[in-house]
């Protein structure tokens, strides 16, 4: 049986997981610049996270959309138990990250400490989660693996 295909796709390659690793990546530079702010001062941190948490939420919002068209275009993804923990802690990281950028909104000093930084480092805990449980799909069930020979 060919494994659960990627309902959203580009030349037969899932979009969803061309998308993630952008606002991961973002969402984890955050909280770096974070603690580089919290360390220095240096308002420039401040600048960097709140520019950071911004293309992380632009793109997150695409990686939504493309994830969305996958579990309800393919029986076998909804299936599964691990899609509902990395969809529901994805969103949970998503709303944590948009309040974080209204946090990172404020002047100076409270842009970042104490609730940014804590904020950051929530996000990027249920990422660690949501990401393990992302892998296994694709590793353990092929989500999204073409199942051609020779691909």
Known sequence: MPNPRSTARVGGRPIHAMLVPIPIVCF?????????????????WANMSA??????L??????????LIDFLGERRIRSLTAVYIHAG??????GLAILN??????????????????LSTLTVLILV??????????????VGVSSEAGR
């Open 28 to 44: 984890v530079l955050t909280l770096g610049s974070d603690l580089a702010y919290w360390k220095t001062a240096a308002m420039q």
């Open 51 to 56: 520019w950071l948490l911004t293309i992380g």
């Open 58 to 67: 632009v793109v997150a919002l695409f990686a939504v959309v493309a994830g």
């Open 89 to 94: 802690g994805n969103a949970v990281a998503l």
């Open 101 to 118: 950028a209204f946090v990172h909104t404020r002047d100076a000093y409270t842009s970042v400490v104490p609730l940014g930084l804590i």
């Open 129 to 142: 989660v949501t990401g393990w449980m992302g892998w296994g799909m694709v590793y353990r069930h092929g």
